[in-house]
């Protein structure tokens, strides 16, 4: 019976180097095409909410919220309400009603940011309040610590500019309240009138000269959460 001999040494070693370079030409060729395809859908949708979440921190304050924003008059046709001021603070803390400030405490609150209008003929203040959850599902939850039928409490504490005509904005003066929810964010508003009188002595409520807080709410949160098409080759974005 024939015994097969064994391969010389130098055929194996031979052997083991053309395996070795082949594999070695995968892998390469792996980490080249890897490192050299587009980016897949999945990745573009990561980078875009990304984006959206960031929004409240990397925007100007002013982009955030407009030196003027248009609504629906009561009598018909647009006006505008102006910008009287924006807070230079962001904390979760203060910005809200203590019993609301702890729900956005659990819900993991990462900052609120404020600014108050007044409407075009000059007699109600609105604050509004962009609340920045971690997530989409962070900010539904928080979402439930507000009242969505127009009561203003618990909600967003006004925010009043000394020497301005905001400056009798108090908690007391606040008689209506809005809360809107897109992506990671809460858009909420707070409104009263000018003369600073307190809701309990207004007399009869009349909801509709608040009804454009809503409106220009939806704005501000339009703004923010509508997702763009990622520029993967922009420093801001991370594909």
């Known amino acids: 019976m024939d015994t097969a001999r064994p391969w010389p040494p130098l055929v194996v070693a031979s052997v083991l180097t053309m395996v070795c370079a082949v594999a070695a030409g995968v892998a390469t060729s ?6 050299t395809r587009g980016p897949t859908g ?18 100007a304050s002013g982009r955030v919220f407009p030196a003027t ?24 803390a203060g910005a809200v009603d203590s019993r609301a400030a702890a729900a956005l405490r659990r819900a993991g609150c ?33 979402k439930s610590a507000f009242p969505e039928g127009g009561e203003p409490v618990p909600g967003l504490l006004p925010l009043a500019f000394k020497g301005t005509l905001s400056e009798r904005f108090t908690p007391s003066v606040r008689q209506a309240g809005t ?28 909801p509709a000269i608040f009804a454009f807080a809503s409106e220009i709410s939806e704005r501000v949160l339009a703004d923010l959460s509508t997702p763009r098409m ?3 080759g922009a420093a801001q974005w991370q594909c």
Do not use: K, M, N
């Not at 924003?69 to 979760?92: D, F, K, N, T, V």
């Open 110 to 142: 990462e900052g609120v940011l404020r600014a108050t209008y007044i409407d075009a003929l000059r007699g109600v203040l609105v604050t509004v309040g962009v609340v920045a959850l971690p997530d989409e599902l962070s900010a539904a939850r928080a």
């Open 30 to 35: 792996a980490a080249v095409t890897e490192l």
């Open 230 to 232: 990622p520029d993967c």
């Open 42 to 59: 999945a990745e573009l949708h990561a980078a875009a909410e990304r984006e959206v979440a960031g929004r409240w921190r990397t925007w």
């Open 179 to 206: 809360v809107r929810q897109a992506g990671p964010y809460l858009v909420l508003t707070t409104a009263g009138q000018v003369d600073g009188r307190p809701a309990r002595a207004a007399g009869e409520q009349r």
């Open 69 to 92: 924003l248009p609504y629906s008059a009561e009598q018909g046709g647009r006006e505008r309400a102006s910008r009287i001021g924006i807070s230079p603070q962001a904390a979760c």
